[in-house]
């Protein structure tokens, strides 16, 4: 049996959360490692602090897959002497290397917000804010008739002409084309200096907003005319918002209930924390659609206010931006602890990588940093 690499479960998960869904200032992907390094076992967190790298080269892993990314903002020094240093190099003295997917493990379909709705009660829906991890361009060319099949194909083979499951798709009509050549120009039909016409063929069709480049030298390389006739539109997004990938989920819960027991039920789903689990809004408010953001949320205060939701559930919120949101008249809130809102993540990592044959190991150390609560006696 073929040894399975660090590389190989860096494809697994990246094929799941997709790089390119990452937020601009993200950094994620292989942080430190060997791709060719073979694996046995792979062991998960939420974040890699020292105790987590520690715990994870005990374990006997040779990857750790972690949400945050740990060199997320720049640093000039991993020596072993600084803090993010010696996490790297226990890492590497101990052969585990470390990888994270977060922003893009966030957006993708299933991700870390389809498993936090799942935990609280509603099935994952639409995104807040939902992400175009592919654009589509819509093409238009003109090409002599006799040329137009042999155009078609290389276009098609440089990966135009793909909707669903059909390819070689295109549109194409007749029309009459018209240029007068000038002094510098080598046409292929007609003379400099005289005004030409002759029958010609509109081909259209769409292709990923990513191979746009390739596609116009294919075209410029394959044409028949020096400078063909073509124009290329980006289109709007037109896929199913409900499968969308993006950050946050939208869903309803099976049947209303009060926002009291809406909070405690998503106390009771989530991992305890000492902070727990805290509601702004009205206690007995009844509350049924439901919008979850696992992590820091309170961007999207005004998108689920406009989404007409009951209630949201996120972390990390703020007194001010919460009370502003509620004196606009926006839904109820719930604030969890950042870290037990993502780290159930893991579980759904861990099925990723698991059909590779590895063995798999979830760290169980609370990396929240809240250690005490209090109230008056």
């Not at 893991?346 to 929240?368: F, M, N, S, Y």
């Given at each position: 049996m073929t040894a399975v690499t660090v590389q190989d479960v860096v494809g697994a998960l990246e094929a799941a959360y997709p790089p390119a869904l990452a937020e601009s200032w993200d950094q994620v992907g292989l942080i430190c490692g060997d791709p060719a390094d073979e694996v046995t076992k792979v062991a998960f967190a939420l974040d890699c602090t020292q105790e987590v790298a520690e715990a994870a080269v005990a374990t006997g892993a040779q990857l750790l897959v972690v949400h945050h990314p740990l060199l997320l903002r720049g640093v000039h020094s991993v020596a072993a002497d600084t803090p993010k240093g010696k996490v790297i190099h226990t890492l590497l003295v101990g052969g585990c290397a470390l990888f994270a997917a977060h922003t893009n493990a966030d957006s993708a379909r299933p991700g870390v917000s389809d498993e936090l709705a799942e935990l609280v009660g509603i099935t994952p829906g639409r995104p807040i804010k939902p992400v175009a991890l592919d654009a589509v361009d819509h093409w238009g060319v003109h090409v002599p008739p006799e040329a137009a099949p042999a155009l078609k194909q290389a276009l098609f083979a440089?990966?135009?002409?793909?909707?669903?499951?059909?390819?070689?798709?295109?549109?194409?009509?007749?029309?009459?084309?018209?240029?007068t050549p000038v002094e510098g120009a080598h046409p292929t039909d007609g003379a400099v200096g005289t005004h030409f016409t002759a029958d010609e063929i509109r081909v259209e069709f769409v292709a990923p907003a990513r191979l746009r480049r390739r596609l116009v030298d294919t075209l410029r390389a394959r044409h028949p005319y020096e400078e063909?006739?073509?124009?290329?539109?980006?289109?709007?997004?037109?896929?199913?918002?409900?499968?969308?990938?993006?950050?946050?989920?939208?869903?309803?819960?099976?049947?209303?209930?009060?926002?009291?027991?809406?909070?405690?039920?998503?106390?009771?789903?989530?991992?305890?924390?000492?902070w727990g689990v805290r509601a702004a809004g009205d206690p007995e408010r009844m509350v049924q659609k439901v919008a979850v953001s696992s992590g820091a949320g309170d961007s999207f205060l005004e998108d689920v206010a406009a989404l007409g939701v009951d209630v949201y559930v996120t972390s990390d919120?703020?007194?001010?931006?919460?009370?502003?949101?509620?004196?606009?008249?926006?839904?109820?809130?719930?604030?969890?602890?950042?870290?037990?809102?993502?780290?159930?993540?893991?579980?759904?990592?861990?099925?990723?990588?698991?059909?590779?044959?590895?063995?798999?190991?979830?760290?169980?150390?609370?990396?929240?940093p809240w250690t005490v609560s209090a109230h008056p006696e």
């Open positions: 440089a990966g135009a002409g793909a909707i669903g499951n059909y390819r070689e798709c295109a549109f194409s009509f007749e029309g009459t084309g018209e240029f063909p006739a073509f124009d290329v539109v980006q289109m709007a997004d037109t896929g199913d918002l409900e499968r969308a990938t993006g950050l946050g989920r939208i869903g309803e819960l099976p049947e209303p209930m009060t926002l009291r027991e809406f909070t405690q039920q998503v106390a009771n789903a989530l991992p305890e924390t000492v919120l703020r007194h001010h931006p919460v009370d502003e949101h509620l004196r606009a008249g926006g839904p109820a809130v719930i604030d969890t602890a950042h870290w037990a809102s993502e780290f159930p993540w893991t579980e759904q990592a861990a099925g990723i990588v698991a059909p590779l044959g590895v063995g798999t190991e979830i760290l169980r150390i609370r990396t929240d």
